[in-house]
């Protein structure tokens, strides 16, 4: 459904978007993640013809945001991070304006507006002016605002910045009732807020792709890999690391400092999925040592994104 080909974007001299090529299958939920910087938000701009890329191109459909960026955007709704919402209008004003806005009337107008109210929970609020609103609630005028024209294409710039755990969750399910039928296009730098919501994640650092995929195609990637920590009484510290780097399949083994002065704790590096515990019980066994910890840590969405950005 959208083509990104070669997409660039520089300011003067500084590139903030660099060379990005992306796919994107009508129906998905992609969330774009990335630190504060990375280029997210310049790259929805594009998406949604606001910003002209310095070269590239993107094509929704047929149509190019170089030749066609009104036939573009009449296909999205877009909420940037701050919605842009007129404080001193009751939220059925707002709503009722923007309608108008996109040529809706009469009963056309009252049933959009009715759906939209029910989808985005704004029954109870209708009477009030937006200023008196908290912020999640402005976020879901802001998403009745962009869904308005019922656009096949949803793109969301950090819609949950800001807000308490029980509204992040509330927009959540907002954004996910909306997939169900839309494609949606979401950027945030929450890892929990991606992995709960998307289908697909685009790992962005320093305005390129670093990583693209699911989650679990993600933490399932080559070069991936298992910690395990361990905790020794009576243990020297370099025959520990000796003899567990003598462990078939040990790929490093480096020393861990804080916690209990007494204990000797060292983090055990594995390729993969690779469960080395009873292999390296076994070799523990062997000594005198006294074994007081052996937690496994798989990789997480949140540790492969530390890896991939510092790597980046």
């Not at 096949?152 to 969750?169: A, C, K, R, Y």
Request: proline share 3%; charged share 25%; aromatic share 4%.
């Amino acid at each position: 459904m959208i083509h990104v080909e070669g997409l660039t974007k520089y300011y003067d001299a500084f590139c903030a978007v660099d060379n990005i090529n992306l796919d994107i299958r009508g129906g998905e939920i992609v969330g774009l993640l990335g630190p504060n910087g990375a280029g997210k938000t310049t790259t929805l701009r594009m998406l949604t013809g606001y910003f002209q890329p310095s070269s590239g191109d993107i094509r929704v459909k047929d149509y190019s945001i170089r030749q066609d960026s009104l036939k573009i955007k009449r296909l999205i709704g877009y909420l940037p991070e701050s919605a842009p919402l007129y404080s001193g209008m009751l939220v059925y004003d707002y709503l009722d304006h923007i309608a108008s806005v996109h040529g809706l009337s009469g009963e056309a107008k009252s049933k959009r507006i009715a759906q939209l109210v029910d989808m985005c929970g704004l029954r109870n609020i209708m009477h009030k002016t937006i200023a008196m609103l908290s912020k999640g609630l402005k976020q879901r005028v802001g998403l009745a605002h962009a869904m308005m024209s019922d656009p096949e294409i949803l793109v969301l710039d950090e819609p949950t910045s800001g807000l308490d755990p029980n509204q992040i969750v509330e927009i959540r399910e907002i954004i996910r009732k909306i997939g169900e039928q839309k494609t949606v296009i979401l950027s945030t730098h929450i890892l929990s807020e991606a992995e709960a919501t998307c289908d697909r994640i685009v790992i962005i650092n320093n305005g390129r792709i670093i990583a693209d995929g699911s989650t679990q195609q993600l933490t399932a990637g080559k070069g991936r890999k298992t910690q395990i920590q361990i905790g020794l009484l009576q243990a020297e510290p370099g025959a520990v690391c000796s003899l567990l780097r003598s462990v078939h399949g040990v790929k490093d083994v480096c020393l861990l400092s804080g916690g209990d002065p007494q204990l000797t704790r060292v983090q055990v590096t594995c390729p993969g999925d690779a469960d080395l515990r009873a292999d390296l019980y076994a070799a523990i066994k062997s000594t005198d040592w006294v074994l007081m910890e052996l937690n496994r840590e798989t990789q997480t969405l949140e540790t492969i994104f530390r890896e991939l950005t510092r790597e980046n």
